[in-house]
C-alpha cells in the first residue's frame, strides 16, 4: 500500500510549505462535509480550477487518502485520521504562536527621569525593569501622563521592539559530601562574589544552608527554574547553587519550547 504523503502534523504551520499541502487538506475536509458527487462545486469554493483539484484528488486516492465511491468522493478511514491529525496539528501550532504574539497598544515603566505628558521616549530594560527615558530608539512611543523620577508612567503610541538579551544562567554543584566541608561555604562565597548584580537561588535544602552561610545576599530557594526562566527572559542573569543529584531535578525545570542559556559548573575546593 502507498504511503501517505508527509503529514503537515510534522511541522505544523511549517508543513504547509510541501507543494499542494493545502490544497489536500482543503480537498478532504470539504470531501468529508459535504456531499460532493462532482469536482467543479469543490473547485469552485476553493477557487481553484477543476484541473487543479482532479490533481489533487489523484494524488491522495494514490496514497490511500480519498476515494469516489456510491457516486460521491470521500476520504477513507485512513484520509480522515489523516485530516484529524493534520488539523489537530495546525491548531496547536496557532495556538502556541498566538500565544506568544501580545498585541500591545500602552504599557507601564518607570521613568528615568522627570518626563512632561506626550514626551518621546525610548523604552529599555535596565536589570528586568522597564524604564522610560526621553529620546528615540529601537523601542519607542509617547508618555500618556507626566511623570517624576522613579515613578511608573504609562507610555502609548508605543513602536518597535524591546530589544531583549537572554541573561544567563550559571549553575553551579556541589558533590554531596561537600555539603559538610566548610570549603565548600567559601568556594560559594567566591562564585557570589564573582557573580553579575541578578537572581541568585539555592535549589534544594544542603543548597540552601551553605548559601545562607556564604553571603547574606537574598536568595531564592522555591520555583528556581521558574524564577530563573523568567529571569533570563527579561534579561537578568542568575546564579543558582545545587547539590550535584539534585542537578536532573534542576534541569528538568528548564524544560520548555524556548529554555534559557544554561551553563553548569561544579566548584572548586576539596569534598571532604
Known amino acids: ?18 507543494a499542494g499541502a493545502v490544497s489536500e487538506i482543503l480537498f478532504l475536509f470539504e470531501c468529508a462535509t459535504e456531499a460532493t458527487p462532482k469536482l467543479q462545486p469543490i473547485a469552485a469554493r476553493l477557487g481553484l480550477t477543476v484541473q487543479a483539484v482532479s490533481h489533487t484528488y489523484r494524488q491522495l486516492r494514490r496514497n490511500g487518502l480519498a476515494e469516489h465511491r456510491n457516486g460521491l468522493y470521500r476520504p477513507t478511514v485512513r484520509g480522515v485520521a489523516w485530516l ?3 488539523l489537530s496539528a495546525l491548531r496547536d501550532d496557532l495556538s502556541d504562536r498566538w500565544g506568544r504574539l501580545d498585541v500591545v497598544r500602552t504599557c507601564r515603566a518607570v521613568a528615568g527621569s522627570r518626563l512632561s505628558k506626550d514626551a518621546s521616549v525610548a523604552l529599555a530594560l535596565e536589570g528586568g525593569t522597564l524604564v ?7 523601542s519607542r512611543g509617547r508618555t500618556l501622563e507626566a511623570a517624576r523620577s522613579g515613578e511608573l508612567v504609562e507610555v502609548g503610541h508605543l513602536e518597535g521592539i524591546v530589544p531583549v538579551a537572554p541573561g544567563p544562567v550559571a549553575v553551579w554543584t556541589f558533590p554531596d559530601p561537600a555539603s559538610r566541608a566548610p570549603a565548600t561555604v567559601a568556594a560559594i562565597a567566591g562564585v557570589v562574589g564573582d557573580a553579575p548584580e541578578g537572581l541568585l537561588a539555592a535549589f534544594g535544602l544542603e543548597a540552601a544552608v551553605l548559601l545562607g552561610r556564604a553571603t547574606r545576599r537574598p536568595f531564592v530557594r522555591f520555583g528556581v527554574a521558574a524564577a530563573a526562566a523568567e529571569a533570563s527572559a527579561l534579561g537578568v542573569p542568575a546564579t543558582i547553587v545545587v547539590r550535584a543529584p539534585d542537578l536532573p531535578r534542576l534541569l528538568g525545570g528548564f524544560d520548555r519550547v524556548h529554555p534559557p542559556p544554561v551553563t553548569t559548573r561544579p566548584l572548586a575546593g576539596p569534598t571532604d
Open 132 to 138: 522610560a527615558r526621553r529620546g528615540t530608539g529601537p
Open 84 to 86: 484529524h491529525t493534520a
Open 1 to 18: 500500500m502507498p504511503r501517505p504523503p508527509r503529514l503537515p502534523a510534522d511541522l505544523g504551520l511549517k508543513g504547509l510549505r510541501r
